[in-house]
């Protein structure tokens, strides 16, 4: 009799705390399909991040902004399908959670229709009251502060922040009205490395870091700059395979294969018993005395015979 098999339990927020609690650090990545989040989750990833980065490297759009609700559930769906242990976060889309009402009711599609544990909202002070909206409806929270990508046309460009003092205040004050909101943890994009740290100090949840240094309680990063599916890789990223260079090698390969004639070749080739051929054709023994009788000689059934 074999031993039974172990139940694979998904994470929860609590799980997360305890990671932090025990001094671990979270290890966060964002996925954006069914098998790129299955390899993520068998990797095991505790936290993957359905980010609305995809509007950029999944979808084409030249901004965030761009992305809908009916796209991020549409990948989010596919995310949670390949996952059986990783915490699911979604990213709220530009607009879904302007007003703490908007903010339950699409944070709530998330939940009922894309099967997530946790929702990630961009801002602090601002967003401070849809956190605490959300979170007495019994939707986890995962802040955003720092750069913040919705907000690029306020912004100007993508920049670090928080280099001057006023800035930095006004993260400092941002990531703690994120905390008391209720948000179970926060992401620091682009900010310098001693402000994130001191940050992460003076904070009770986990803060995740991206181009924030190392100071931080875990880090996140976009996977496709993590694989290496474009030809630039940003300051904050690190290139752990070259999967644009593996995907034009193989594509370019398999081009040449077919334009010499030796793709697909006996390996991928599927064969029938030639008597049976015959017979379909026409060519078999009891085609032949037809034939032998003064019937002309059709080499077979034409192949635009009506069968």
């Keep these: ?168 205040r006004q993260l400092l004050a941002d990531a703690l009205a994120v905390q008391e909101a209720g948000a179970f943890s926060v992401v620091l994009e682009l900010v310098p490395g001693q402000l994130a740290a001191a940050i992460t100090e003076r904070l009770r949840i986990p803060t995740i870091g991206i181009g924030a240094g190392a100071g931080c309680s875990g880090q996140i990063q976009v996977i496709n700059d993590t694989l290496g599916f474009g030809d630039w890789t940003p300051k904050h990223a690190r290139r752990y395979a070259d999967l644009r260079g593996t995907i034009l090698d193989a594509v370019s390969r398999y081009r040449a294969d077919v334009e010499a004639g030796t793709f697909p070749g006996d390996a991928e080739t599927v064969l029938m018993d030639e008597a049976v051929l015959d017979e379909v054709l026409g060519r078999s023994q009891a085609d032949r005395p037809e034939m032998a009788a003064g019937v002309a000689d059709l080499a077979g059934i034409p192949l635009d015979r009506d069968l």
């Design 1 to 168: 009799m074999s031993a039974q098999t172990e139940t694979v339990r998904r994470l929860s927020v609590v799980d997360i705390a305890r990671l932090y609690a025990d001094g671990v650090r979270i290890a966060t990545i964002t996925a954006y399909d069914f098998p790129t989040a299955a390899l993520v989750d068998e990797a095991g990833i505790p936290l993957i991040l359905v980010g609305d980065s995809l509007a950029q490297v999944m979808l084409g759009y030249d901004t965030t902004v761009r992305v809908t609700m009916d796209e991020m559930l549409h990948h989010t769906k596919a995310v949670v399908r390949g996952t059986k242990r990783a915490l699911i976060v979604a990213d709220m889309p530009f607009l879904s959670y302007a007003t703490p009402d908007d903010a339950v009711a699409n944070a709530g599609r998330f939940l009922r229709e894309g099967g997530v544990q946790a929702v990630k909202i961009e801002g602090g002070v601002r967003s401070a009251k849809s956190i605490d909206a959300l979170v007495k409806a019994g939707i986890p929270v995962m802040g955003h502060i720092g750069l913040t990508p919705q907000a690029i046309n306020a912004i100007g460009k993508v920049r670090v922040q928080g280099k001057s003092r006023e800035q930095a």
